[in-house]
């Protein structure tokens, strides 16, 4: 009998652990209050900074420091667009989205540029949640490792993906005046039409090379009249 008293002395002595129990809360995004006041318990989830206590801000994010493509443009060739569109977000310094951000504009240029080239296309966008979306950007002279660069004032710069834009291959064409014959109105004109590629015009050799007719139409996009065009090799061109 005395060692079993002892013992429950012994265990009266030792202080009881107060386990806090989570019980749950609506799912509408609100800090949820059924802990004690002690504990952290987390926040809405609004994009605000992150704070140290559950009424100061939620954890989704720290203030904004830097650019990142979350998207790099495709290779393509120099007369379209970019079939995958460049996307920027922008991040803290762990690199979380900073959802908040709707104002940030972010400007396109090309920074590696073996072509030479220029961008065509809305080169500055403003944030969305944090995203940068770009919608018709196009980088028209052929050339192998282009990037592009990204910058907005206070944030650090990214630099995407290297990419190529190809050349690609077209008939050209043109109208020539023959301002010799009289007046426009009953003057002759000289059709010319060509093969081109990067800006160069092809080799016509004359044997597996055909000049097809031009078909010349009105103003009303009606067909008015058919023109049969020779090869000419030694400009390559058909006339």
């Not at 904004?64 to 977000?89: D, G, W």
């Not at 050339?143 to 077209?170: M, N, W």
Request: proline letters at 4%; hydrophobic letters at 40%; a negative charge.
């Amino acid at each position: 009998m005395t060692i079993f008293f002892i013992f429950l002395f012994v265990f009266g002595q030792i202080p009881s652990v107060a386990l806090a129990q989570f019980k749950g809360g609506s799912n509408g995004g609100d800090k949820e209050s059924s802990l004690g006041s002690d504990i952290f318990v987390g926040g809405a989830q609004q994009g605000s900074p992150a704070a140290n206590s559950a009424t100061g801000g939620s954890l989704s994010h720290n203030a904004a420091v830097k650019l990142a493509f979350s998207v790099s443009p495709s290779s393509t060739v120099h007369t379209q667009r970019f079939a995958r569109q460049p996307v920027v977000v922008i991040e803290d310094s762990s690199g979380n989205i900073v959802t908040s951000d709707n104002t940030t504009q972010v400007t396109m240029a090309i920074m590696n540029n073996p072509g030479a080239s220029d961008m065509e296309g809305t080169t500055v966008m403003t944030a969305v949640n944090g995203v940068v979306s770009f919608t018709d950007l196009k980088v028209y002279k052929p050339g192998e490792q282009y990037t592009l660069i990204a910058t907005a004032p206070g944030l650090t710069s990214a630099v995407s993906a290297p990419f190529d834009i190809f050349p690609s291959t077209g008939i050209n064409g043109v109208a020539v005046l023959n301002s010799t014959s009289g007046s426009a109105s009953s003057a002759t004109y000289v059709i010319y039409g060509w093969v081109e590629a990067d800006h160069n015009i092809q080799h016509l050799d004359g044997v597996n090379d055909t000049c097809h007719s031009f078909v010349v139409m009105d103003s009303t996009g009606n067909p008015a009249e058919t023109l049969t065009t020779t090869i000419d090799t030694t400009n390559d061109w058909c006339k």
